[in-house]
């Protein structure tokens, strides 16, 4: 029987679930089925390279994350994270080998990360929610951290400070590029639509496929623009400004270009934020 998409991401929600609870097991069973069912679904190569203790296995599927998406922050930022391990000649994923190391008695350091010193029955804390009581610890830094803060990683969990210094300098955005992307995406956008409301708007019909064609375009330049000024910062914050800056600049002259301004608007709000993701 076919499995359906809702089978898929209901594997992957479940590879996660039990990776948060420790079953390393079932969840390399999750996700190397939901990658049998569909090959190119990111989501699972990500978690299958997350499930596995390997280093060489990490590499070989977030290397196969980035060929479906090449754009993807996590992936790119966990394989050079793998990489330099290796190249660093361990093999083993570094929670697995300190694992492998307090049982044996070996306490060596491996990396020059800190790591937290417990006993068996030692009871922990997350660092930011002092009251909760976990057994997870951030891969980075070995700090504990309950199942709310850490975020899994193809290299394990990670604690909020480690997430946001992984992450690449295009995706830190400042108030300040928020508010120049926002003034530069308000001034493009008016100046485009006030000029297609005195044409557009006469067209009738045809004027449908024209902002069919030209919207997304038109989408594309004011992108760039922002671009040039922000230096290429990219995220939900340069998403939410850009995208209110193009309805604050088209918005007062849809009462010349009518519906036809009004989707224009549509497509070119929807193009941007699919841009700056």
């Not at 699972?44 to 993807?72: C, F, T």
């Not at 997870?136 to 830094?141: A, E, M, S, W, Y």
């Not at 300098?169 to 297609?196: C, E, I, M, R």
Request: proline residues 5%; aromatic residues 6%.
């Amino acid at each position: 029987m076919t499995e359906t998409p809702v089978d898929i991401h209901q594997l992957v929600q479940e590879g996660r679930a039990a990776a948060m609870a420790g079953d390393t097991l079932a969840a390399r069973a999750a996700f190397r089925r939901a990658t049998e069912l569909e090959p190119d679904n990111v989501e699972a190569w990500l978690g299958l390279s997350s499930a596995v203790p390997i280093l060489a296995e990490k590499r070989e599927y977030l290397q196969k994350a980035l060929m479906l998406q090449s754009d993807n922050a996590d992936a790119a930022a966990s394989l050079r994270y793998v990489e330099q391990l290796l190249a660093q000649g361990i093999q083993l994923e570094p929670s697995r080998r300190r694992d492998e190391r307090n049982s044996s008695g070996d306490i060596s350091p491996l990396l020059s990360a800190p790591e937290t010193s417990t006993t068996a029955t030692a009871v922990e804390y997350c660092y930011r929610h002092p009251d909760r009581e976990t057994g997870l610890h951030c891969t980075q830094c070995g700090r504990p951290i309950c199942s709310e803060c850490a975020t899994m990683t193809p290299v394990g969990q990670l604690c909020p400070d480690d997430r946001r210094a992984r992450r690449p300098s295009n995706y830190k955005v400042s108030v300040g590029d928020v508010l120049v992307g926002g003034l530069v995406a308000l001034f493009a956008s008016a100046a485009v639509a006030l000029v297609l409301s005195l044409f557009v708007g006469r067209l009738g019909f045809f004027g449908l496929f024209i902002i069919f064609m030209v919207g997304p375009a038109i989408a594309e330049f004011i992108v760039r623009v922002v671009d040039r000024v922000t230096k290429l910062k990219r995220g939900r914050p340069m998403q939410i400004t850009v995208g209110i800056a193009i309805a604050i600049g088209t918005l007062p002259f849809a009462i010349f270009g009518g519906l036809l301004l009004l989707l224009y608007m549509v497509l070119a709000i929807s193009t941007a934020v699919a841009r700056l993701r």
